[in-house]
């Protein structure tokens, strides 16, 4: 999509369609997205939207990988990228918790942003505008340059999978027509029930007991934080060592 320079042109020549645009367009796939799945979306579905038949959305793109990648590119725009030249930018480990909260949200806000984030390049401007900033915290951590892509992998890849995770859990908890609290608290009943789970999930509820929170998204709060923290100290450990 980036690379063939087609998110540089409107539309194919005149006699497009009135009414529609590229954005029109895009923002109406991010909310069919969000509310109905990845799995559900079609051209015609969109065009059905948009009131629209579906050679109408053909004018703007070529292929519906096209637009999954402008919604996609999209959703990034939603990012709040620190200030390189505000206070944001003064301490690398605030930038960077900054940048892993706001990925994790993102992730969790749209499920279907993960699939698409493994299948395409993810060179759309706001996907680029992210990945520099995520260069530039990295690099202000004192790590030598060869190994600030393993630092941005240990960290991002981490989020990636916590808020994708997170986000599949609200699905299904949505699907099941109760709050996660209730959900949570039903799964573990039934599991500390069943006679083969029984020991494994009496552990877990130890774990969790001394972890805290009253919610599950106290729970999940704390687990990131956490496991965020453990990334910053091996960063900071590493550079100590040089």
Do not use: C
Request: glycine share 10%.
């Amino acid at each position: 999509m980036w690379l063939a320079g087609k998110a540089r042109r409107g539309g194919r020549g005149s006699g497009q369609p009135s009414g529609l645009d590229r954005d029109r367009i895009t923002e109406a796939t991010v909310r069919l997205l969000d509310a109905e799945g990845l799995a559900r979306f079609s051209m015609r579905r969109l065009a059905a939207e948009l009131n629209v038949t579906a050679m109408s959305v053909y004018w703007y793109v070529d292929t519906k990988d096209d637009l999954l990648e402008l919604a996609l590119d999209a959703a990034f725009g939603e990012l709040r990228l620190p200030d390189q030249d505000a206070g944001d930018a003064k301490d690398w480990r605030d930038g960077l918790r900054t940048l892993a909260a706001g990925y994790r949200a993102l992730l969790v806000r749209h499920p279907w942003l993960s699939p698409l984030a493994g299948r395409y390049l993810n060179i759309g401007p706001n996907s680029l505008a992210f990945s520099r900033q995520v260069q530039r915290v990295v690099r202000r951590t004192g790590l030598p340059a060869h190994r600030v892509t393993g630092a941005i992998s240990a960290v991002f890849q981490f989020v990636y999978g916590y808020g994708t995770i997170e986000g599949h859990f609200l699905a299904r908890v949505a699907d099941a027509g109760v709050g996660p609290d209730d959900y949570f608290q039903q799964a573990m009943s039934a599991a500390y029930e069943a006679p083969d789970t029984a020991d494994v999930i009496q552990e877990s509820r130890d774990l969790m007991a001394a972890r805290g929170g009253d919610t599950v998204a106290e729970m999940m709060d704390r687990d990131f934080a956490f496991a965020l923290d453990l990334l910053v100290a091996g960063i900071e450990a590493m550079v100590e060592r040089g």
